[in-house]
């Protein structure tokens, strides 16, 4: 992933989950970009974490634990964003592992419970009311 709209989307459509040494967005590939097999990734980090040469390191450090990480547990036609924190530092790299295993895990029975949820929660009443309000024209 290299475009900011498609760090955006992850953010706005997808599944966020926080744990001490990284932060993770998942969301299903947009239709533009998606390809059987294929998985994008992307990594940020604000300036929170640091200076330049704080945050490249915080961003290797992700990347060699998305290179050991998602190719055993990434969907395939996903976007994976991998947000870096001031723990992404100092954290053990297994550890660091071991909290995208579980952001993964979490992300996905997100995403999973997000599919089983009917589309369109408001109440029926509600629904009535704008059917009809755009029936006339109104709203």
């Known amino acids: 992933m290299k475009t900011r709209a498609d760090f955006l989307n992850a953010q706005k459509a997808g599944v966020r989950r926080s744990l001490p040494g990284l932060g993770l967005e998942v969301c ?18 604000s300036r929170k974490v640091g200076g330049a040469v704080k945050r490249n390191r915080a961003k290797r450090r ?3 634990a998305a290179s050991a990480i998602l190719p055993l547990y990434a969907r395939e036609r996903h976007d994976y964003v ?3 924190r001031t723990a992404t530092l100092t954290r053990p790299f297994t550890a660091l592992e071991e909290d995208l ?7 996905h029975a997100g995403l999973d419970r997000r599919k089983d949820r009917p589309q369109d929660r408001r109440s029926e009443k509600t629904q009535r009311i704008a059917g009809a309000n755009k029936e006339t024209g109104h709203g």
Do not use: D, K, N, W
């Open 28 to 45: 299903a590939s947009p239709s533009r970009a998606e390809r059987p097999g294929t998985v994008r990734v992307g990594f940020t980090a």
């Open 62 to 64: 992700l990347r060699a």
């Open 82 to 84: 991998l947000v870096a």
């Open 101 to 107: 295993r579980t952001a993964i895990a979490a992300a």
